[in-house]
């Protein structure tokens, strides 16, 4: 900085430099910790004296505007204040709202345990029989037992190798069964036709559609080809970019991104006006006739295919095997009828679990998204054949066969939740099956509890605990979910507090106004008055916000977590919004009017 002193000696600052310089001074000792002037010029400037009136006059109009920016300063002082009164005041209930989805799930999952379907010894015994008899009369899919068979009659060293491939291939028939479509593709020659490229190319195109969920599904495989792959080699081939990086089928950084390859698909689709199914195909069939199975060798072209034609010996012998006892009359085969449910068909080729329905129960009564998993893939692209082997046969078999053991130990075994249990008078089975989980213990006509039993006393003091814990209740208008305030006073005094915060804000963005007139004059940002209290107050607004989102269940993150596990799918909403839209706060012109009068009293050139 020049010499101060030797600058007021020659004469050449006028009253407005000398007034900006202690200003700067202090603006900078305020950032910064450290002064721009030194004592000696601090004293120049502050022992000047105007020469002449227009001096003095220039000189009190700049000390009087600054005199009066901080009486503004003071009163936006106090404005913020009263803004983070009213933020800490709601602070107890933003707590409350985040902590709610738990006291929420909590109380879900006491109402679920007051579901479970309540019997006497009599009546677990009778549903317990009527499983087993339903298990018998379904039986196995003959060409699941053909699958079973083979599979034990495999030697030693070819089951092993097998299960390396595969954990589950002793149970899961489905990849054996694709990698052998693929074998007879190649028809016993080294590569494949173009007609059966093209048949390929159609079979795992079909496999990207799961027509019961009615979606597009990526995590799929048909044999050893990924779907996501097949997919991601569309989005390159096509120059189409995730996250600003190119998908390619070899970086293993991205083969969980099906949600970001899935939209990309979607958005393509859209604006080509073409399907999914369609780009599968193309990109599968393109891909063929470069390195597709050289990447995602099929066991047929790989070190492997020796193995391959070892099962399809043993898968043969085992027909054969199974046609035999048939034929003795050892195991008896009945055709499908068209009564049979989807569910009985799955069951017959080991793709119903009880341990997975009952999750799925829990997920639905407590509302929350049902994960989806390998076993939901199976049940999608299953193929049933046409006939069946008697449950009654199979227990009855008196040769020794695992599978079979293990079909016996499952008849015997009351699974809980496995739903093939029916009432009588629901031929259809739309109601609720009756293999549950069963609880026995002393209850009324309405298959509730008795008070003073175990259970009903401690389930009852649990859920009015629980009930007690809580500010919020939830109730149905219109067929919406809405969430409310158990006491009408604290709603009133959250929404006081609330509209205390937003005037609060208002006023400092009036301040901020005026204060943006003075920055010319001053020659330095003089929003710097309100402008960290403002954006404190933004962040209280967003913590506010983000509780409000907690308790509706519409934070952002988590709309963008598909199948997110205990996540609830449904948003509940307050009847009047009580979100705070910071951009949609006006300045007070009240503030505004009134400060604008006083600093043109200053300054009327302004």
């Known amino acids: 900085m020049k010499n101060i002193s030797n600058m007021l000696g020659r004469g050449n600052l006028t009253p407005k430099e000398r007034y900006l310089l202690l200003i700067h001074n202090d603006v900078q000792k305020l950032k910064t910790g450290k002064e721009a002037l030194t004592s000696a010029d601090k004293e120049a400037l502050e022992s000047w ?10 000189w009190n109009q700049l000390n009087e505007g600054w005199k009066l920016s901080g009486r503004m300063d003071l009163e936006a002082e106090f404005a913020f204040k009263d803004a983070q009164v009213a933020y800490l005041s709601q602070k107890p209930i933003m707590i409350e709202m985040i902590f709610y989805s738990s006291q929420r799930q909590a109380n879900l999952y006491i109402k679920n345990l007051e579901r479970i379907k309540k019997v006497t010894i009599e009546g677990a015994a009778e549903i ?10 379904e039986g196995l899919d003959f060409d699941y037992v053909v699958y079973r068979l083979a599979f034990e ?34 028809n016993g020659k080294k590569e494949l036709s173009e007609e059966a490229k093209d048949k390929l190319a159609e079979l795992v195109a079909e496999q990207s559609y799961n027509k019961f969920a009615e979606e597009y599904q990526f995590f799929h495989y048909f044999a050893c080809i990924p779907i996501l792959e097949v997919a991601k080699y569309f989005l390159k081939t096509h120059q189409i970019e995730i996250n600003n990086e190119p998908k390619d089928q070899d970086d293993d950084k991205d083969r969980d991104l099906y949600e970001e390859v899935e939209d990309a698909m979607k958005k393509y689709a859209k604006e080509n006006e073409t399907d999914i199914k369609t780009m599968i195909r193309q990109a599968c069939r393109k891909w063929l006739d470069h390195d597709l199975l050289e990447q995602y060798m099929p066991l047929i ?29 050892e195991l008896v085969a ?53 006939s069946v082997i008697t449950g ?56 509730e509890a008795v008070f003073f039993s175990q259970y009903g006393l401690s389930i009852r003091m649990i859920s009015s605990l629980l009930n007690s814990m809580t500010l919020f209740e939830e109730y149905t208008k219109d067929g919406n979910t809405l969430i409310k305030f158990k006491n009408v006073d604290i709603a009133k005094v959250f929404m006081i507090h609330r509209q205390r915060f937003i005037d609060s804000y208002s006023i400092l963005l009036g301040f901020e106004v005026i204060f943006k007139m003075l920055t010319p004059i001053y020659e330095t940002d003089m929003t710097d008055h309100v402008s960290g209290r403002l954006d404190t107050l933004r962040e209280y607004a967003e913590e506010f916000n983000q509780a409000i989102r907690k308790i509706t269940n ?22 009047e919004d009580p979100l705070i839209d910071v951009e949609a706060i006006k300045p007070d012109q009240k503030v505004i009017s009134e400060n604008e009068a006083k600093v043109r009293e200053v300054f009327p050139r302004i």
């Not at 519409?554 to 449904?570: A, C, G, M, S, Y």
């Open 128 to 137: 317990a029989k009527k499983q087993k008899e339903a298990k018998l009369k």
């Open 392 to 447: 009654e046969s199979l227990y009855a078999f008196g040769g020794k066969y695992e599978f079979i053991d293990e079909f016996k130990k499952q008849a015997d075994t009351y699974d809980p939740n496995l739903g093939i249990v029916y009432d009588k008078n629901d031929p259809e089975h739309e109601g609720e099956h009756l293999d549950q989980e069963l609880l026995i213990c002393p209850h009324n006509s309405k298959g």
């Open 554 to 575: 519409t934070e952002e993150k988590l709309k963008k977590v598909k199948n997110r596990l205990f996540r609830r799918k449904e948003t509940v909403l307050f009847e």
């Open 334 to 386: 009945r055709n499908r009828t068209a009564e049979e449910t989807r569910k009985q068909k799955l069951y017959s080729k080991g793709l119903i679990d009880s341990e997975l329905n009952a999750a799925m129960m829990v997920f639905e009564k407590l509302d929350l998204d049902q994960p989806k998993g390998e076993i939901d893939e199976k049940k999608a692209f299953e193929k049933f054949s046409d």
């Open 301 to 329: 072209a790989s070190n492997s295919s020796e193995l391959l034609k070892s099962w399809f010996r043993t898968k043969a012998k085992a027909r054969k095997i199974l046609n035999k006892h048939i034929a003795s009359g």
């Open 153 to 186: 009659l495999l030697e030693d060293k070819d089951r092993k190798q097998m299960k390396e491939l595969y954990p589950d291939i002793e149970t899961d028939h489905q990849y054996l069964d694709q990698e052998e479509v693929i074998a007879h593709l190649y």
């Open 49 to 58: 004296r105007a020469q002449t009136n227009e001096e003095a006059r220039e």
